[in-house]
């Protein structure tokens, strides 16, 4: 079946940085752009980050230009964000999802 | 950005009685490929999203045939026919016509 796993967040300083990892299983991965949704606690979904397959076209919320980047392994079944210069807004669950699937979250943490 | 906005916001329903959620979109959510990219999904309490119905009326795998999907265009529903207690959960409409993906802000279903 399938699984998206979400590891890598935790409570970091603003002004820090965290990598996001998301392991993918029971489908083709290189055959699904991918994206990463974050949501702030008791608030609504927001859409961070897009892949596509190849990883040669990707998109960024203004919210994160800069600062965060997005990559995937398609030999690993893997997908990552790197997140620099931390801010308190950055505050969230993030979810890595395929439209279809969605993990189950990594809570990252921005205060000091 | 394309903005979705849903109605209502809250929902109070009794068991076995009928729902419905509506979707606009600011903008056609048909693609020149003759299929509509949106989608919904319900975020049960401590979990990630699961979608229910894919491109406007597609049920999604598992998905109790009481859920139903309809609309074209900019304007879309989801029906629950008889709604029951695991029913109960937040409601997200997504478009994916464009980049970024949006959401609509949420409808909060609770049973009377």
């Known amino acids: 079946q399938v699984q998206l796993v979400e590891s890598g967040g935790g409570l970091v300083k603003p002004g820090g940085s965290l990598r996001l990892s998301c392991g993918a299983s029971?489908?083709?991965?290189?055959?699904?752009?991918m994206s990463w949704v974050r949501q702030a606690p008791g608030k609504g979904l927001e859409y961070v980050s897009f892949i596509s397959g190849s990883g040669t076209s990707i998109y960024y919320a203004d919210s994160v230009k800069g600062r965060f980047t997005i990559s995937r392994d398609n030999a690993k079944n893997s997908l990552y964000l790197e997140m620099n210069s931390l801010r308190a807004e950055d505050t969230a669950v993030y979810y890595c999802?395929?439209?279809?699937?969605w993990g189950q979250g990594t809570l990252v943490t921005v205060s000091s | 950005d394309v903005v979705m906005t849903q109605t209502p916001l809250s929902l109070s329903v009794t068991p076995g009685q009928p729902a419905s959620i509506s979707c606009k979109s600011s903008?056609?959510?048909?693609?020149?490929?003759?299929?509509?990219?949106l989608f919904w999904y319900l975020q049960k309490a401590g979990q990630s999203p699961q979608l229910l119905i894919h491109e406007v009326s597609r049920r999604f795998s598992g998905v109790p045939d009481r859920f139903s999907g309809s609309g074209s265009g900019t304007d879309f529903t989801l029906k629950i026919s008889r709604v029951e207690a695991e029913d109960v959960g937040v409601y997200y409409c997504?478009?994916?016509?464009?980049?970024?993906?949006?959401f609509g802000q949420g409808t909060r279903l609770e049973i009377k």
């Open positions: 999802e395929n439209v279809y699937y």
């Open positions: 997504m478009q994916t016509i464009q980049l970024p993906h949006t």
């Open positions: 029971g489908f083709t991965f290189r055959d699904f752009y």
């Open positions: 903008q056609s959510l048909l693609h020149s490929d003759g299929k509509t990219y």
